[in-house]
């Protein structure tokens, strides 16, 4: 008997000096083991660390602080996506770009035609560009043959607006409203413009979310001028995957 209260001991001192995941597996061990381990009072230690402002009232506001620790402090996991119930081959998308009001590219793009990326990245493109191309996140990108070029000037202005249509149900959604390229990132041969998503209303909590468009450029020559050979597409802030893509597509406020 003193041998088992000198070994309870222990244990009580050394319990405390243990993380949640620690304390929770050494009730795995033994009975006794897993007596002491639940003394609630270590578990309102652990919580007093996690959320001191939940320990300054007399009563945990769970059951026991071993149930809100163990309910509220666990890992959250990447939840697997069920499957889009869009895909690429049921939407095409409207690009449309301007410099100075004029029209310099116009075109109906398949879904199918969009790609992760460039498969042989063109010949003559700095290092920088390259790397962003073979990058993990998912790009929507449209080769652009024959390339259009654009003035690289301050004052020179360009636009662009993309829509997209539905051909399961012939509904169509802005993504791009006329935004302007403001962003030329010139180490990576980049002119970057933005809009705001459109989400429909039964999706009331998600806003803020971003479109991006760039055209991807190389030197023509001229100091001034860029020539595109390249039009990519992102969702980026939220969507990193081609389902995430199409799951976010399909929150879109169509009409």
Not at 84 to 96: H, K, Q, T, V
Request: charged content about 25%; proline content about 6%.
């Amino acid at each position: 008997m003193e041998q088992s209260m000198d070994s309870e001991e222990v244990l009580k001192a050394v319990f405390p000096l243990l993380d949640g995941v620690d304390l929770a597996s050494v009730m795995a061990v033994c009975k006794q083991w897993r007596d002491i381990a639940r003394d609630d009072y270590f578990w309102k230690c652990l919580c007093a660390k996690r959320w001191p402002s939940i320990c300054k009232r007399p009563n945990p506001p769970t059951t026991t602080y071993y149930n809100l620790y163990k309910t509220f402090n666990k890992r959250q996991h990447y939840k697997t996506l069920l499957p889009p119930r869009l895909s690429f081959d049921d939407l095409e998308f409207f690009i449309d770009i301007w410099a100075e009001n004029v029209l310099v590219f116009s075109d109906v793009v398949p879904g199918s035609v969009l790609q992760p990326g460039f498969k042989i990245p063109p010949s003559g493109i700095c290092d920088m560009l390259k790397f962003h191309l073979e990058g993990s996140e998912y790009k929507m990108t449209l080769p652009v043959e024959p390339k259009f070029t654009i003035p690289l000037g301050q004052n020179q202005d360009a636009s662009v607006s993309v829509m997209v249509v539905r051909k399961d149900s012939n509904k169509v959604a802005r993504i791009i409203d006329k935004s302007m390229f403001d962003y030329i990132d010139r180490s990576s041969y980049r002119a970057l413009a933005f809009d705001y998503l459109e989400i429909s209303p039964i999706y009331p909590f998600l806003s803020g979310i971003r479109a991006w468009i760039s055209l991807l450029f190389m030197e023509d020559g001229k100091e001034d001028v860029m020539s595109v050979f390249g039009i990519q597409m992102d969702f980026c802030d939220v969507a990193n995957s081609k389902e995430e893509v199409l799951w976010l597509l399909d929150m879109l406020d169509w009409k």
